[in-house]
Structures are given as C-alpha cells and as structure tokens.
C-alpha cells in the first residue's frame, strides 16, 4: 500500500489536508485536533520540497501522521526497497532505529533523518554482534540468518537478513539442513513450524560463550529476543474475543507466540495483514499488533469493522510524532550514521535479501 506521492501532497493546502484527516480520522479524532495536524502536515510537506526529501512511514505510524505526510508507508521489506532506490538526498524515517539505520547501509550517499533518538526496539537491543560471534564459533559453518529488527553490527555478522514478509523464503533459500535464525524467539518459532524444523534455544553463560545440549536434534537454532508488544497477546485473549464474536477472523503478527499465530485465522507481517484485510470480506476483523495499525487499517477501510486491543502501543514508534517530523526536517535532525566498515559486511546480509524478492 503506498500513499499519494509527494507532488499531490506538497500542493494540498491546510484546509485540503484538514479535510481529507477528517473524513479518514473524524471518528476517531476532535476536528480541534486534525486543524493542528493539518497544519504540521502542510509544513512538513513543505521542508520536504525545499529539502528534497522523501519521508518513509512505517504502517504502526500513529493515524494523522500515516494519511497525511509519508510518500510511501509500508512494512519494513517495503520501506527498505524505497530506501533504497530513492534518488531524493534526505531520506526521512518515520519508525525506529534499526529502519533508519538499514536505510543508510542500503543508500549510503543520502542524508538519513530518525525524528528522535529514543525510537528503539526491544528485538534489537535483546542480541549483540558478540553474541552473533559466539553463536558462530558454537556452530561453526551454520549460516546465520537475522531479522532486520537489529542494529548494523549485528547485521554485518549475518549470511543474510530477513523480515516477517520473507522469513520462510530466506530461510528455505539457504538449502541447508540447520540455520541459525536470530533474534525472535517467537518468530523462529513460528518459522521453524512453517518450515518443519525442529528448533532450540541455546543460552549465554555469564563468560559470554553459548551453551546448547548437542545431544537433542535441531535444524534451528533461536534466540530469545521478545518483541515487547507482541509477546502481550495470549491465546485466552483469542478466546474471550471469540466468545463475544464469534464470526471474527483473528489476523497475528508472526513476532506473536507460536500459541497465538496458531490460533489465529492468519499469519503475516503488517502488509500482508492490509491486504487480507483489503481482499477478504467478514463482518469482524482484529489485528494482533501495534494498535495504531487497526485505526489505519480502518480508516484506508471505511467498510470494514475492526475490533481493537488497544492497550497494546509500541513506546518507540510512539516517539515519532508530526512535531519531531517537522523539526526533524527543519533542523536535519537526527542524522544516521552506519561505519563504513560495519555498513559494507551489513550491505551484503541486507541485499542478498532484497534479491529474494
Ligand atoms: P513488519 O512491518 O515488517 O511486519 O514488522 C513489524 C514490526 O514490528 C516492525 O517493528
Ligand atoms: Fe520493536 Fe516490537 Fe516495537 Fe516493532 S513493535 S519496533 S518489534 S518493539
């Protein structure tokens, strides 16, 4: 799913902007409110021309800023493949570290802005590239297989990267009996039952080296990272929401528990969940994710009715807002920098990836 592109936009005036906030967001939203975000988003809008920019926007983006200033939103294979093939010289984050950080190793001449410096993520900071090397020496030969939920240095001591869009094809691509896949727990789970690999969890001893029972069988060797919010959601929330409304289909993120995909209708990253949505027709839907994606997904869906578990928001994609957007823009903050040493050994895990479609 994209947006309209940036000349339709740079030319929408505040009333224009207000307007079309209005009829995605004004049930959701006070009209007081959309005027404000009309008028950041026209200034955005602006800068973006005057500093030839593009801004990316992650599909957990909160709803006024997602319809109204990033010229491509998407999931993070999606915002990657735009990063990359920009010819603009700013390249705007809207999401977190690890996406600002891949779009640099992947379009390295660009200037590349993160509006604020504490968008992290859990699955990033749950592994080092120590760790990787650890994992390495462990099982020697083994190719290494990570998410691109993690920073550069982790990335570099990778084979290959992966995303929830394309984590069956990556590992599948590999052709080998055993793959180290990093750092999900959860998702590894669910790949590996995707896959029929049977998979263990080694653990690092306080020397930092890894320890695993070499006499159990595995094809998959995991790690255990959490995403933050997914691990929230249970099988028993499944259940009592079932009960309510019985003819719901249930769509899970694959960063869920392997419980929670299998109990769900479907699996898949955050665009494949926007298209189920879009291509499918049932009275009820619930998206086991970000939160702000239910509101995105319903209003790009007026049609379509979508039940919420809204407690659950990612604290670092909240950090982006339209008024750090702004500034990041007006003072070319915050800029991404990747060593070129780390950047290049990155590159190669990065785009062998992007070349598996
Ligand atoms: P995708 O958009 O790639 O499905 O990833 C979800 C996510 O949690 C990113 O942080
Ligand atoms: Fe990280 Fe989870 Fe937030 Fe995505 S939703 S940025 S995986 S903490």
């Not at 307007?19 to 950041?40: C, T, Y």
């Not at 859990?122 to 592994?127: D, F, N």
């Not at 080296?209 to 006499?215: F, L, N, R, S, W």
Request: proline share 5%; with cysteine; hydrophobic share 40%.
């Amino acid at each position: 799913m994209s947006t309209l592109d940036s000349r339709d936009r740079t030319r929408m005036s505040v009333e224009a902007i207000y307007e079309d906030l209005k009829a995605k967001l004004g049930d959701i939203s006070p009209d007081f409110e959309l005027r404000v975000k009309a008028e950041l988003a026209c200034e955005i809008n602006q800068l973006k021309v005057q500093r030839n920019a593009v801004i990316l926007g992650h599909n957990y983006m909160e709803p006024a800023l997602f319809h109204s200033v990033p010229d491509f939103v998407g999931d993070s294979l999606d915002l990657s493949r735009k990063a990359a093939l920009t010819d603009r010289d700013v390249i705007v984050f809207c999401g977190v570290k690890f996406m600002a950080e891949t779009a640099k190793i992947l379009n390295p001449t660009r200037t590349v802005l993160i509006p604020s410096l504490k968008a992290g993520c859990s699955l990033a900071e749950s592994i080092t590239a120590a760790d990787v090397r650890a994992l390495k020496k462990r099982f020697p030969g083994v190719p290494v297989v990570t998410y691109v939920n993690t920073y550069a240095d982790v990335k570099a001591e990778s084979d290959i990267c992966c995303t929830s869009g394309n984590a069956v094809a990556v590992v599948e691509s590999l052709g080998t009996d055993t793959v180290i896949f990093l750092p999900d727990e959860y998702l590894a789970g669910n790949i590996a039952r995707q896959t029929g690999k049977h998979i263990i969890f080694p653990s690092r001893l306080p020397s930092g080296k890894i320890a695993a029972d070499t006499t159990v069988d595995y094809q998959m060797i995991g790690w255990h990272g959490r995403c933050e919010v997914h691990e929230r959601f249970t099988v028993d929330d499944i259940r009592r929401v079932r009960a309510q409304y019985p003819d719901v289909i249930i769509l899970a993120h694959p960063e869920c528990s392997p419980e929670v995909t299998a109990a769900s209708d479907f699996s898949g990253s955050t665009n494949a969940m926007i298209r189920y949505v879009e291509q499918t027709k049932a009275p009820h839907y619930l998206l086991l994710t970000e939160c702000s994606m239910g509101d995105n997904v319903a209003a790009a869906n007026p049609d379509k009715e979508m039940l919420r578990l809204c407690t659950v928001r990612c604290p670092h994609m909240n950090q982006i807002t339209l008024e750090m957007t702004r500034d990041a823009l007006l003072h070319m903050q915050y800029v991404t920098e990747v060593p070129e040493k780390i950047r290049v050994r990155a590159y190669r895990a990065v785009e062998r990836m992007l070349k598996i479609g």
